[in-house]
């Protein structure tokens, strides 16, 4: 007989063996690891598809019947949706990325590229109906049977006119839709023109008979897919015109006929109004003015009258003198479309030819201490400036027009979906020279859009002030107080009010006004402001009548979880507490996540567990039907696929199984662990450990921080080539402890803080046994690089790091710009990340010591460091200081530096040679692997694009 302990040393025996043989992630899984997207339901709920895609290659669309075992699949479905009765899925499917490496590497014209096409399945039958050469659809989210594709434009004919493959024939084209101005004619077959529109083809998914209408310049269908409204453009201009079709009744009308530029075309879902703008006048210019360029109208066809007004020009008595319709403007209808929405700007001064050769032209850029915005920021923001339009309105009932926007207050937020008779204003314009700095703040106004009329709300705010989605209140948080408030907008009259739980992020241990924990929204009539705590959800009642109500009976604060409101429905407007409300859970100290029901109405609201895991969950997808609900959950094991349930959570089933090769891999194991800081604060962080784990071995470990990343224990880390930082599941795969602490920090010492919490709980895991302390790497990027090279200053604890895009000097970085926005990194460090507190003038000594610079001459720390030539966020600069120091001081440095790369890697390509290059580098200091030439030897210049330096060296030593 055998005995237990016996046959317990066997099956930990086979379990070894089993561990053994999987095999540790290497560099050539990354582009066969997939991730899941574009999930959705049929309105009926009995259908379900997703995309499979992979980090690289073709994607795989599935579309599951919920109600019986009938799937269908098809390759490289890029926009995939439903129709909106359910019985078919639309799809741009584009070509094979083999057939389009194929085509770049041959040099193929553009025009003989690879080409997208359009597929249709009718998910009663399976049938697949393909369309070649399609460049993109319209589904309206509430169609009748009407889709729209774009057909790639043919080439223009040299002789012959040669019939496109896709023309609908004209019985098709009378019984699938009306015939309308610019659909091919004559023999059956669409004629290829070489006009300025491009081919549009309407088309009937339930009788698949289709029109096709050519030179189409603009086109928009209503919501409910029963109008399409459409111009035509070609060079002669013989055709041209804005057309509205009736796709229901066959009516085809032409609202605006001749040349012109029609710049926007909007079309109203309630009323089918159709707006637009032209630069063609409302009737024939004389003869002396044909030359001269006419100025830009909005126009407005009313199919109830069959009319077609202008609404609006420059000559409108609403509009400022000197001012006109842009070319540029925005076009739209408020809700209900008894209004029309466009923007306006001065008129441009008439340039004066300069006929200086461009060989004498000066290319300069003034710089002046007045500017409200540094020349940088004025550089990058100069196009998006000369392109920027006013808002202005015109109402079609009285035929007034009111500008809203203007140079002194260029921001104005209408109510009631633009139905309301009131807006917010605002303005920074006063304080954007101190934003450079500082805070950004604003002066809001009410504002009667009727008359344009302002009335000043609040001046200098740091906050946010919104109008609830009927407009009887507006509301706000304010910073100061740290209390949200109502304001009557008619009357001005604020209401404060008073909740005795923190509402601002009490982690938030930057130098600045913390930020609220922000608002679940009104309820229904405006009767209620939801808003959160760390925890719950308190009630509002925005007459300041009763007092703020916990409707979540502090039920979150008490188990420590955090509650929050999750809207079921991406169309509703307020929060319905007539029905039970969904509410996502999430325990701040096991970090266990869930979802909760709440009854708002009852007696005494309390929260009602549906489910809670060691798990992370995206939020719910409902199916509009509401029997079904789709959902993720992940872990550190366990990857995101799709899941299906009841609305309460029951019945739980898996639908996708998008990365079954996981199995074949060494993995690892995620856990929560806690110990106390070298200044006495209880920390938390993630500890990863390999799947093959052992006590009785001794690891080495690999840190990685980024202030406070705890909460995302239960993250899954799919394979990837890395844009900066560590993979986790790599190296855990590959023999590593990886160790991820959170930071809280301490105004003015940034660096002393993570110091204290880094090397802390380092110390804390190194004396569980099982890591090896002469083993120890740390590996940060950005502000976590800043830390990494601090931290060698301070510390001979580790054995090599690993910091990217680290600033290294305080004093110049201050002054310094982020050049992807032009911004001044003043007010980083003032008030931001950096956490200084205060001006190098203020608080030099601050600069100095948390600047890693002025202390590198006792690094003993190999260094590693990724700085790219066109980061954006933090200067190339600072890592030539950063080298160039090191270099001097006869210290082991490498900088990787990715030409025309940003602060992150973008290019796949460099996303997998760095992947390599960072473990082929902690592999060397961690686990004595062999050096790789890029180390051990040089790569020169004139050996750069012939060797990549990724070799081993078998002699590291020669030639040093």
């Known amino acids: ?507 938030d241990d930057r130098p600045s006004t913390p930020t609220p924990y922000g608002e679940a929204g009104w309820t229904k009539d405006d009767a209620r402001l939801l808003v959160y705590d760390a925890y719950d959800i308190w009630s509002i009642d925005p007459t300041g009548k009763n007092p703020p109500v916990n409707l979540t009976g502090g039920a979150g604060r008490l188990g420590n979880v955090r509650l929050r409101y999750i809207n079921t429905d991406p169309e509703s407007r307020f929060i319905d507490i007539q029905k039970p409300l969904l509410l996502s859970a999430f325990n701040t100290d096991t970090k266990a996540a869930g979802f909760y029901s709440l009854n708002a109405l009852d007696a005494r609201p309390r929260p009602v567990k549906l489910v809670m895991e060691d798990k992370s969950f995206s939020a719910p997808l409902v199916a509009k039907a509401g029997n079904v609900i789709s959902y993720t959950r992940q872990d550190f094991v366990e990857f995101p696929d799709v899941w299906i349930a009841k609305p309460d959570f029951s019945d739980a089933k898996k639908l996708s199984n998008a990365n079954p090769q996981q199995a074949q891999y060494n993995w690892g194991t995620a856990e929560l662990v806690n110990w106390i800081s070298s200044d006495g604060q209880r920390l938390q962080g993630i500890l990863i450990r390999p799947e093959d784990f052992s006590y009785s071995k001794k690891y080495p470990m690999i840190t990685y921080f980024y202030e406070r990343l705890s909460d995302s224990l239960h993250s899954y880390h799919a394979p990837a080539p890395s844009a900066s930082t560590v993979n986790m599941s790599y190296f855990a795969s590959n023999g590593y402890v990886m160790f991820i602490p959170d930071i809280p920090y301490k105004t003015g010492s940034p660096g002393e803080s993570s110091m204290s919490a880094i090397v802390s709980g380092v110390l804390s895991i190194v004396n569980r046994g099982y890591v090896d302390p002469t083993k120890l790497g740390i590996q940060g990027h950005s502000w976590g690089g800043y830390e990494v090279a601090y931290l060698v200053t301070q510390t001979n604890l580790f054995n090599c790091a690993e910091a990217g895009a680290a600033v290294v000097d305080m004093f110049s970085a201050y002054g310094g710009i982020r050049y992807e926005t032009g911004i001044l990194r003043e007010g980083q460090y003032e008030h931001g990340q950096s956490r200084i507190g205060a001006t190098p003038w203020d608080k030099p000594l601050r600069y100095l010591e948390n600047s890693p610079l002025f202390w590198l001459d006792r690094v003993k720390t190999p260094l590693l460091l990724l700085q790219n030539d066109k980061d954006g966020a933090v200067p190339f600069t600072q890592g030539i200081e950063f080298f160039s120091a090191l270099r001097r001081l006869g210290k082991p440095a490498w900088m990787v530096s990715y030409n025309g790369e940003d602060h992150n890697l973008v290019e796949r390509k460099n996303r997998k040679d760095w992947s390599v290059r960072l473990s082929q580098y902690f592999d060397h200091f961690l686990k004595g692997a062999p050096t790789p030439v890029w180390m051990s030897k040089r790569v020169p210049a004139t050996m750069k694009g012939k060797t990549m330096g990724l070799e081993l060296d078998p002699d590291p030593d020669a030639g040093k």
């Open 1 to 507: 007989m055998i005995g237990r302990p016996f046959f317990a040393l066997v099956v930990c025996a086979l379990s070894a063996v089993g561990f053994a043989q999987k095999k540790p992630l290497d560099h050539s899984v990354y582009d066969s690891w997939k991730s899941i997207r574009g999930t959705s339901f049929s309105h009926d709920g009995k259908w379900i598809l997703y995309v499979i895609a992979p980090q690289e290659g073709d994607s795989k669309v599935e579309v599951k019947s919920l109600t019986s075992d009938t799937i269908y699949r098809f390759d490289r479905g890029s926009v995939v949706q439903f129709s909106n009765d359910s019985k078919f899925v639309v799809a741009t499917i584009v070509p094979a990325l083999a057939d389009t490496k194929k085509a770049t590497r041959d040099k193929v014209a553009a025009a003989d590229m690879p080409k997208n096409s359009l597929l249709i399945l009718n998910l009663a039958s399976g049938e697949q109906t393909k369309v070649d050469k399609v460049t993109s659809f319209q589904l309206p989210a509430e169609d009748c049977g009407w889709l729209t594709y774009r057909p790639e434009p043919p080439k223009p004919a040299t002789n012959a006119v040669t019939p496109s493959a896709g023309a609908a024939t004209g019985s098709n084209a009378r019984r699938g839709a009306p015939r309308a101005p610019g659909a091919a004619r004559g023999g059956g077959a669409a004629a290829t023109t070489s006009g300025t529109g491009a081919p549009l083809v309407i088309r009937n998914l339930s009788s698949g008979k289709e029109q096709r209408l050519d030179d189409v310049g603009d086109a928009a269908l209503s919501k409910d897919g029963s109008v399409l409204a459409y111009t035509v453009v070609t060079k002669e201009g013989k055709t041209d015109g804005v057309f509205w079709m009736d796709l229901k009744g066959g009516a085809v009308k032409t609202t605006f006929k001749g040349k012109s530029k029609v710049s926007k075309i909007a079309l109203n879902d309630a009323t089918k109004r159709l707006a637009f703008l032209s630069d063609k006048p409302e009737s024939p210019a004389p003869a002396a003015e044909t030359s001269k360029k006419t100025s830009i109208s909005a126009f407005m066809y009313d199919p109830k009258s069959d009319k077609t007004n202008r609404v609006a020009g420059d000559d409108s008595a609403g509009l400022p003198k000197g001012w006109i319709i842009s070319e540029n403007s925005p076009l739209s209808f408020s809700e209900n479309g008894s209004r029309i929405f466009f923007g306006t700007v001065p008129k441009p001064a008439e340039e004066k030819k300069d006929d200086t050769p461009d060989s004498d032209k000066v290319s300069v850029d003034i710089w002046n201490w007045k500017d409200n915005r540094i020349m940088p920021q004025q550089i990058l923001q100069a196009a998006a400036e000369q392109r920027r339009t006013f808002q202005a309105v015109a109402f079609l009932d009285s035929g007034k027009v009111v500008q809203l926007e203007t140079t002194a207050i260029p921001s104005v937020l209408t109510s009631r979906r633009g139905d309301g008779d009131l807006a917010i204003a605002n303005s920074d314009l006063n304080y954007r020279l101190e934003s450079s700095w500082d805070s950004e703040y604003n002066d809001y106004y009410v504002m009667n859009i009727r008359t344009g009329e302002s009335r000043k709300l609040v001046e200098k705010s740091e906050g946010r002030i919104t109008f609830s989605p009927d407009a009887r209140y507006l509301s706000g948080y304010d910073p100061q107080s740290k209390q949200y408030f109502v304001v009557d907008p008619k009357t001005l009259k604020r209401t404060d009010f008073n909740i005795p739980t923190a509402l601002f992020n009490e982690l």
